[in-house]
T-cell receptor
Framework: DAGITQSPRYKITETGRQVTLMCHQTWSHSYMFWYRQDLGHGLRLIYYSAAADITDKGEVPDGYVVSRSKTENFPLTLESATRSQTSVYFC?????????????FGPGTRLTVL | AQSVTQLGSHVSVSEGALVLLRCNYSSSVPPYLFWYVQYPNQGLQLLLKYTSAATLVKGINGFEAEFKKSETSFHLTKPSAHMSDAAEYFCAVSGGSNYKLTFGKGTLLTVNP
């Protein structure tokens, strides 16, 4: 399917476990982003990537790791999950040539950490 | 630095009534402004965006927004609410040169029959 997909859509894990959330886009967009959405906070940027092998921290990066070996994939890893990381995670992408910075979002992953 | 304030975390209207969702922004450069809509259990979908071409922007599903520089506002309106408009709406701002969007905290729109 064309567009941006995320997997899994739902995940339940336990405190201390490692979890990886996947994001895949078919547009060959240069930029990709990870956000978390929490009640009362809206969307907060975790990490972003300007191209393969280029990543940088956003507003709330602690406890998360990202990599980007291929343009189309941008996985987010929680190395040791904590309850405070229970959230809905959204991946987004942006075309380098789009001067308006319009981002396109995936369907999200709902993560519960017990 | 940029910021977005959405006035009212929850707005409730009757079906057929005017929808008005408020957004004020702060930006040190001429902004690009966006409204996204999020239906339950879905991702964010672009509703409309202001890119300086016209101050009144028309989007999908009958929504429109007007950019008012003097008021630093970008309020979203729809003349007649439909039940299917019930969703959360996010306003966002970009400076156009740093590829990041700054989001407001969202406004949940409820439409009553």
């Amino acid at each position: 399917d064309a567009g941006i997909t995320q997997s899994p859509r739902y995940k339940i894990t336990e405190t201390g476990r490692q979890v990886t959330l996947m994001c895949h886009q078919t547009w060959s967009h240069s930029y990709m982003f990870w956000y978390r959405q929490d009640l009362g906070h809206g969307l907060r940027l975790i990490y972003y990537s300007a191209a393969a092998d280029i990543t940088d921290k956003g507003e709330v990066p602690d406890g998360y790791v990202v990599s980007r070996s291929k343009t189309e994939n941008f996985p987010l890893t929680l190395e040791s999950a904590t309850r405070s990381q229970t959230s809905v995670y959204f991946c987004a992408s942006k075309d380098r040539g789009d001067f308006t910075d319009t981002q396109y979002f995936g369907p999200g992953t709902r993560l519960t950490v017990l | 630095a940029q910021s977005v304030t959405q006035l009212g975390s929850h707005v409730s209207v009757s079906e057929g009534a005017l929808v008005l969702l408020r957004c004020n922004y702060s930006s040190s450069v001429p902004p690009y402004l966006f409204w996204y809509v999020q239906y339950p259990n879905q991702g964010l979908q672009l509703l409309l965006k202001y890119t300086s071409a016209a101050t009144l922007v028309k989007g999908i599903n009958g929504f429109e927004a007007e950019f008012k520089k003097s008021e630093t506002s970008f309020h979203l309106t729809k003349p007649s609410a439909h039940m299917s408009d019930a969703a959360e709406y996010f306003c966002a701002v970009s400076g156009g040169s740093n590829y990041k969007l700054t989001f407001g905290k969202g406004t949940l729109l409820t439409v009553n029959p």
